[in-house]
């Protein structure tokens, strides 16, 4: 794998530290250069480890071999023009932004002739946590990559991308962009819609503090992803919100076929619907340790 002497990362939270741990641990980059919003987060990432510089601004990212954009993606087409200025020739520009259409949408509408050089991406990766504290080294290990690479990009930027990827431990494939965020709709930003409802629901109630004292490990466990980072979220939910309304409107769909049986007492209907999902979910855990195990 090629080294990269100098990685800029935008955005030095869960995704964009972890990312630079992992290449760090595998002895693929010399020197990385934090970029971001906030002084404090940039100097947590540094003392810990996940960068060695901060940059002042964004002309941090001249000189770099790749930059990685791990920031929300709501300010996608705000970094990309106030770094467009400042890319070398050959630098790579990539992203791990968990919507694809917009962010493909601002790289055209303000990179230019360094659009061949973006590869959009996204690690089917993360926990709840957020900042760089929450980062670590083995976050992507034998998790989904998905590359979504453009009808322009540079086959040769695709390919350092991919090893950078791997190089974390991740496994990479590639979707269309209208592919991955129909996909990612359904089984990532649909469940974090969910969360947060469920749980501002119960918040609201008259009588919040006695139901969450009741609450245990169920509700833990649903709403485990409502401790996400709620700009991120917000972010994505905007931005994807054509699949995510779909994919709303089909589970929507679900709850009535649920409320139905519930009042008609058909718990025939009821048993059926918990033994296809518990069935399926099964199948889903065997399949995700058949991977695990190389199989």
Known sequence: MRRIRTLAVVGVGLIGGSFALAL??????????GIGRRRETLAEAKALGCIDEVADSYVGVSGADMVMLAMPVGQTQSVLRSIAP???AGTVVTDAGSTKTDVVAAARTVLGDALPRFVPGHPIAGTEHSGPRAAFAE??????????????TDR???QRVREAWEACGARVGELSVDTHDQVLAAVSHLPHLLAFALVDQVARAENASELFSYAAGGF??????????PEMWRDICMANRTALLEALGEYQGGLERMRSALERADAAEIETIFSRAREARNRWLGSLAGKASGE
């Open 24 to 33: 760090k641990r595998a002895g693929l980059v010399d020197r990385v250069i």
């Open 139 to 152: 976050l992507y290990r034998d998790r989904r990559v998905v590359l979504t690479p453009l009808a322009e």
């Open 86 to 88: 400042h890319l070398a």
């Open 156 to 158: 040769n930027c695709l």
């Open 220 to 229: 833990r466990d649903f709403t485990r992803i409502a401790s996400s980072h």
